[in-house]
């Protein structure tokens, strides 16, 4: 069997498609926290936890309700430092879209104090850095470290106010389905118009030519044959580490549509592949979602869903050297098996 091999490289489009990649769902955030108490407290570091509603609001910013709790015993006598905070957070993340990436974290809120004897309420802030690591698409692992200044001292030890340190390890667990792009609606067809009367017979004329394809990948993909063509779309790549594609991919992918409600003889298989970053494992599922966008892509444009399916090779198949970061960037790309 003769194989015919066009590149293609297909990239994410425009604001659309980006809207449809940010997960702006709701997630809790139950944590794990330790507290290096002020040595002005004459207390114990000690064990703590925490439980936070988050909400995304931006392709970079998070905002979160957060109630922490902990207890540091004191070092001389009996007793402890019994601390329950209420405060909202805002965190900033450098690359939402990545598996891995690392935010910054500034909040204020209130500190309640209870030790024996004393009470009160006052004003606490915090501000930290810690790193995110998406496990699956509904759960992530975070972990930070924050100072936290408590202005709620109680007059406890003749201190007017208390900076801690606290490390916490925890997990973002997003609530409900994500959301998908809405598939673009079909025209509605107006009514037909009252016939008109039948004019003389003619001579039948010539259905219209199909309108000419300006991309060199689409008209190959025009021609190829059932069961022997692996088409490569140039020009359409993929961000780093990100299953989004590229703004330049829209020329290529629309007039890979028109071929293929042209062409309802031929299914398309849609094979994605990686750079040789990251582990080999993580690049295959990397790989999977690459193929999965432009199928959600064709079947947005109304490509039948029947005609098409996926599959992810990762990084075993490079078609431009790994070493360099032109190559890299080649390589993050899809192909179209031509059934």
């Known amino acids: 069997m003769r194989i015919k091999t066009l590149p293609v490289l297909v990239a994410l489009a425009g604001t659309a498609l980006q809207a449809h990649a940010m997960d702006d769902r709701l997630y809790i955030a139950p944590t794990v926290n330790y507290t290096f108490s002020d040595s002005d407290r004459q207390a114990d570091d000690g064990w703590g936890g925490g439980l936070a509603l988050g909400k995304p609001i931006s392709p970079h910013l998070n905002m979160e309700l957060g109630l922490t709790g902990s207890s540091l015993d004191f070092k001389n006598g009996g007793g402890s430092y019994d601390l329950w905070g209420l405060g909202v957070d805002a965190i900033y993340l450098l690359n939402r879209d990545a598996s891995f990436t690392p935010y910054g974290v500034v909040g ?137 594609l590229l703004p330049n991919a829209v020329t290529v992918l629309d007039e890979a549509v028109t071929v293929l409600k042209r062409r309802k003889d031929v ?49 075993t198949r490079p078609a431009f050297s790994n070493k360099t970061r032109e190559g890299r960037a080649k390589n993050r790309r899809v192909e179209l098996v031509v059934k």
């Open 108 to 244: 204020l809120g209130a500190l309640y104090t209870d030790i024996p004897g004393k009470h009160d309420t006052g004003l606490m802030g915090n501000i930290g850095v810690g790193i995110m690591q998406r496990l699956t698409d509904n759960v992530s692992l975070r972990a930070d470290a924050r100072y936290r200044i408590d202005g709620n001292s109680t007059d406890a030890f003749g201190a007017n106010h208390f900076g801690d340190a606290i490390v916490s390890v925890g997990l973002n667990i997003a609530l409900g389905q994500k959301a998908q792009a809405a598939p673009t609606p079909e025209p509605v067809a107006e009514p037909a118009p009252e016939p008109a009367p039948a004019p003389a017979p003619q001579a039948a004329e010539p259905e219209p030519a199909p309108p000419a394809l300006a991309t060199p990948e689409a008209q190959q993909l025009d021609r190829a044959q059932s069961g022997d063509t692996v088409v490569i779309l140039h020009g359409v790549n993929f961000a780093f580490d990100s299953a989004r």
């Open 267 to 315: 299914d398309v298989e849609v094979v994605g592949h990686t750079d040789s970053t990251g582990p080999k494992q993580y690049n295959q599922t990397l790989s999977e979602r690459r193929a999965k966008s432009v199928y959600d892509y064709f079947v947005s444009k109304g490509i039948d869903a029947d005609r098409l399916s996926t599959k992810g090779y990762g990084e």
